[in-house]
């Protein structure tokens, strides 16, 4: 059975501040990995996918794939209070998410 | 480029009742899967099509059905719905399905069973 957990916070981070996300997952031959931000009562919307080993940045997110840990972060920089939302984490098929990080940036 | 819409966006049923909802995928999109969402389970796969074919399955019972068409449209039914059936069902599309394809959200189906 594949597993994904992530941590269900609430996840604080002061506004402007480095908001870290983690994800891992269970099947180590997984080869894709997803991010989606859900706000309340919104549908999620993809924020970031990477597939190799390393780190991929766009604008102020950036995620962090280490297979050899089988773990995905995802880093928000200068963190708003927009940013706000649940964090969802997804790999390959997307089958299998995880139940979400919620993130709150107070001001 | 038009984004994924499903209709209703709210429904009331019954006990016992059976209900159908809808997806229109993005242009050019060929895979559709479908989600269950709720507080205490998060989002539940429950099946993809792909070129009008169930590609993949989540663990829900068999009242739980669906079917895509020709032109990519796809809608799931729930027949003898259950209090437990409500929830916040989520359509999703991708070009191809698949490891590499991101998915694209609806903004869902709320049903509420009573």
């Known amino acids: 059975q594949k597993e994904v957990e992530q941590n269900s916070g609430p996840l604080s981070v002061p506004e402007g501040a480095i908001a870290s996300l983690n994800c891992t997952y269970s099947d180590r031959g997984s080869q894709s990995f997803f991010w989606y931000r859900q706000y309340s009562g919104k549908s999620p919307e993809l924020i970031m996918f990477i597939y190799s080993n390393g780190d991929k940045e766009d604008g102020r997110f950036t995620a962090q794939l280490n297979k050899a840990s089988q773990y995905v972060s995802l880093l928000i920089r200068d963190s708003q209070p927009s940013d706000s939302a649940t964090y969802l984490c997804?790999?390959?098929?997307?089958?299998?998410f995880g139940k979400g990080t919620r993130l709150h940036i107070l001001p | 480029k038009a984004g994924v819409t499903q209709t209703p966006r709210y429904l009331i049923k019954t006990r016992g009742q059976q209900v159908t909802l809808s997806c229109s995928p993005i242009?050019?999109?060929?895979?559709v899967s479908w989600y269950q969402q709720t507080p205490g389970q998060g989002l539940q796969f429950l099946f993809e099509?792909?070129?009008?074919?169930?590609?993949n399955k989540g663990n829900f019972p068999g009242r739980f059905s669906g079917r895509q068409f020709s032109n990519s449209r796809s809608e799931m039914n729930v027949s003898t719905l259950e209090l437990g059936d409500s929830a916040l069902y989520l359509c999703a599309s991708s070009l191809l399905g698949g490891r590499d394809s991101p998915l694209h959200f609806g903004n869902g189906t709320r049903l509420t069973v009573t």
């Open positions: 099509y792909f070129s009008e074919t169930q590609r």
């Open positions: 997804a790999v390959d098929d997307k089958i299998i």
């Open positions: 242009s050019g999109h060929r895979s």
